[in-house]
Nanobody, 128 residues
C-alpha cells in the first residue's frame, strides 16, 4: 500500500519557521519527482515547491521563493519543506505528492493532476 505521511505542521507566529516532513512507503520513490502543495480555506489547492528525483532541480511558486526550501533524502524516502519567515497568508493545509516526472526533460511536475500519490495533509497556521 502506497502511503505518504506528512508531519511538522502547527501554529507559529509570523516571522517564525516550521519544517515539514513527508515519509513515503509502499513503493520506490527515488525515481519520482516530489512536490508540496497547499490549500487555504475557500481556495483551490496550489503548487508550492517541487524537487526532481535526485534533488538536483527545485522549483518554487513566486510567493515562497527565498523563504521556503524543498529537499529530499532518498535513503529515507523523505521529502522536506523548510519554511522560514512565515506569513499569515501561508496558513493552509500542506500536502506532499509524488509522481514519475512527465518526461526526461520536464523533471518537476507543477500541476495537481500530474501527481499520482498524495498525503493526507498537515495544517500550518501562522498568526499575525
Amino acid at each position: 500500500q502506497v502511503q505518504l505521511v506528512e508531519s511538522g505542521g502547527g501554529l507559529v507566529q509570523a516571522g517564525g519557521s516550521l519544517r515539514l516532513s513527508c515519509v513515503a512507503s509502499g513503493r520506490t520513490f527515488s525515481d519520482d519527482c516530489m512536490g508540496w502543495f497547499r490549500q487555504a480555506p475557500g481556495k483551490e489547492r496550489e503548487f508550492v515547491a517541487g524537487i526532481s528525483w535526485n534533488g538536483g532541480l527545485t522549483h518554487y511558486t513566486d510567493s515562497v521563493k527565498g523563504r521556503f526550501t524543498i529537499s529530499r533524502d532518498n535513503a529515507k524516502n523523505t521529502v522536506y519543506l523548510q519554511m522560514n519567515s512565515l506569513k499569515p497568508e501561508d496558513t493552509a493545509v500542506y500536502y506532499c505528492a509524488a509522481a514519475p516526472p512527465l518526461s526526461s526533460i520536464v523533471l518537476i511536475n507543477i500541476n495537481e493532476d500530474e501527481y499520482d500519490y498524495w498525503g493526507q495533509g498537515t495544517q500550518v497556521t501562522v498568526s499575525s
